[in-house]
């Protein structure tokens, strides 16, 4: 499967931005879909993961409540919507693909073999 992650930019504090991820070459009901994000000079971040069809989600607790992950299987989409962004949500944002376990949501990245390029979100105060 191949990943490209898009729907980043420039948004002021408070703000929202909807970052999708597309799939193609096998369709992404078959994987377990995470985001991931990499601020300057930071390590990976788990941001959220949702399961092949949708029932089983995880957040990380930094962005519980403000971010929401949903997927659109039958378009082979995956979505991150982002609401009360705050300066420190500024990253390079990830999507990324497992074959994990049904009920089994990774939060390491390197359980994540195929990943999309990132998309910059900024978040400016």
């Known amino acids: 499967v191949q990943l490209q992650a898009y729907g980043g930019g420039l948004v002021q504090a408070g703000g929202s931005l909807r970052l999708s991820c597309a799939a193609s070459?096998?369709?992404?009901?078959?994987?377990?879909m995470g985001w991931f994000r990499q601020a300057p000079g930071k390590g990976r971040e788990f941001v959220a993961a949702i399961s092949r069809g949708g029932s089983s989600i995880s957040y990380a607790d930094s962005v519980k409540g403000r971010f929401t992950v949903s997927r659109d299987n039958a378009e082979n989409t995956v979505f991150l919507q982002m609401n009360s962004l705050k300066p420190e949500d500024t990253a390079v944002y990830f999507c990324?693909?497992?074959?994990?376990?049904?009920?089994?949501?990774?939060?390491?990245?390197?359980?994540?073999?195929?990943w999309g390029q990132g998309t910059q979100v900024t978040v400016s105060s």
């Open positions: 990324a693909a497992s074959s994990s376990g049904a009920t089994y949501l990774p939060r390491y990245y390197l359980e994540y073999p195929t």
């Open positions: 070459g096998r369709t992404s009901s078959s994987y377990v």
